[in-house]
């Protein structure tokens, strides 16, 4: 079993090579669904086929499934939502605002992402491939069941055999308490997640791959996702590079952004080095329809198997270290590096200008949120990787 997550930013054409990666995928036997959450339904204007909330057939060997949050939440845990809609309203909150207010945070994402414990189950396919990936805050709900202990689930049953006497409390607190069917649907829930958290965290079974297209929002929106994927333990295993403008156009018009997409893509290799980059051109007309799509796969993919682990290991690591934090980040061990002659915090990034050989390099690193809490105390160069070391203040002032 192979799971592959696509992301990237809005437009980045997550559709366009998740389908295409499922195409090719089912070319080569496997038997192959690829999901989407996307509420626009890119997924069906990609693959010219109306696609459904449960696996519609595409071709032999290759499926696609909608799936519908929304529909999906109400059926599935809408007894939990019903209960904290409940809470707000015996505050006086009015119920459309309740119900707003009570839906799961980064609920198209996180949906999708529960439904994926259900296919992986099933076995009936080789490779699930979604074209989008949860944000940040929705990855942080798969980690519910490790901040809550073990023993979670078990205190929640326990809790179980008192849910009636706290109904007859329920007039004097003056809010409503759960009934046994929620208190069974948050354990689902916890199990559920549990069982996510393994499947994604699995490196030979998961693989996250970053799309972006050669400019700057693009790129650095995918170094943040990157960033993230690392400190969740999630494996990203490919870089796309795509809608680049094919070396055969000669049109001055786009002289200056050929010549911009050509810095954009030398900085990316660096930027996400030791991770594989592809290159996608820009294709003369919306891609659309199988044959389209086969074209993309060819392309993208070379005869290689999509369902390959390109690459396994960590980009930038985070380590705790006494009183602060180290980030390490591996450059190209062919560079020729001396020193780093410029380190600043740039907003959430860090600036960091590396002399070399052939000039100075500036590179804009993203960091994770606790070292937004600390001060910057040095950088260094190290056994082909920038070591880049901060001070927690307030542990100074503990020690003092």
Do not use: C
Not at 369 to 386: E, V
């Amino acid at each position: 079993m192979r799971v592959i997550f696509y992301t990237g930013k809005g437009g980045a054409g997550k559709s366009v090579v998740s389908s295409a990666t499922a195409l090719t995928l089912s070319q080569m036997g496997y038997e192959t669904l690829v999901i989407s959450s996307d509420p626009a339904h890119t997924l069906s204007d990609a693959l010219e086929t109306d696609v459904h909330h449960r696996p519609t057939a595409i071709m032999e060997k290759l499926w696609a499934v909608q799936i519908d949050p929304i529909r999906e939440a109400r059926e599935s845990y809408g007894v939990i939502q019903e209960y904290v809609v409940s809470l707000f309203k015996s505050k006086g909150v009015d119920e459309v605002l309740a119900y707003e207010i009570a839906a799961l945070p980064n609920m198209t994402e996180f949906v999708s992402l529960l439904k994926l414990v259900e296919y992986v189950e099933s076995e009936q396919y080789d490779v699930l491939v979604l074209d989008t990936v949860p944000s940040g805050d929705a990855l942080k709900n798969i980690y519910l069941p490790t901040l809550l202990g073990a023993t979670a689930t078990k205190v929640i049953k326990l809790v179980a055999p008192f849910v009636n006497l706290a109904k007859v409390a329920e007039p004097i607190v003056g809010i409503p308490t759960p009934g046994r069917e929620v208190i069974n649907q948050d354990i689902k829930l916890l199990k559920i997640l549990q069982k996510l958290k393994g499947i994604i965290s699995n490196r030979t079974v998961t693989s996250l791959r970053l799309i972006a297209n050669p400019e700057a929002f693009s790129i650095q929106n995918l170094k943040r996702t990157y960033l993230l994927a690392n400190l969740y333990d999630i494996n990203v295993d490919l870089a796309v590079m795509n809608k680049i403008i094919p070396e055969g156009v000669h049109d001055a018009y786009f002289r200056e952004w050929k010549a911009a997409q050509e810095r954009y893509i030398a900085d990316s290799e660096a930027a996400f080095y030791p991770l594989p980059l592809k290159k996608l051109r820009l294709f003369q007309s919306e891609v659309k329809g199988l044959k389209l799509l086969t074209e993309v796969g060819q392309e993208l993919f070379d005869g290689e198997d999509p369902a390959q682990v390109y690459y396994e290991g960590h980009a930038i690591t985070v380590k705790e270290r006494e009183g602060g934090l180290e980030v390490v980040v591996p450059l190209p061990s062919t560079g020729n590096y001396r020193e780093v002659t410029e380190v600043e915090r740039a907003g959430e990034d860090l600036s960091v200008v590396i002399a070399t050989d052939i000039g100075e390099a500036r590179n804009f690193i993203p960091l994770p949120a606790i070292a937004q809490l600390m001060k910057l105390d040095r950088a260094k160069l190290l056994n082909d990787a920038l070591h880049i070391y901060f001070i927690d203040e307030r542990w100074k002032n503990v020690k003092k």
